[in-house]
């Protein structure tokens, strides 16, 4: 019963984890896509957004199959503090 009961926590900080990266990314993809928009198509940093939208594309889907699992096993997030969830 116990595992069970750390399998839960661990899947309820893995949903709160991902929520809050997905806020995180949705921050940083309005300013690299703001940024793109405001470089002329040759300036030398458009490269380097570039990378940075695609690793951010990468975390988001991450994201994306965290919640996907945890939902799968019946969790449901609710409002809570990451520093809470970790208590012992």
Known sequence: MERLAKADRACLVAAT???????????IFTSISSS???LEPGHP???FLCDLRSAAQRCAWTASGLLNYTARRGVRPVPVTLETLLEI
């Open 17 to 27: 984890a991902a929520h809050d990266l997905n806020d995180d990314l949705t921050v």
């Open 36 to 38: 793109l928009l405001a």
């Open 45 to 47: 940093a458009r490269p």
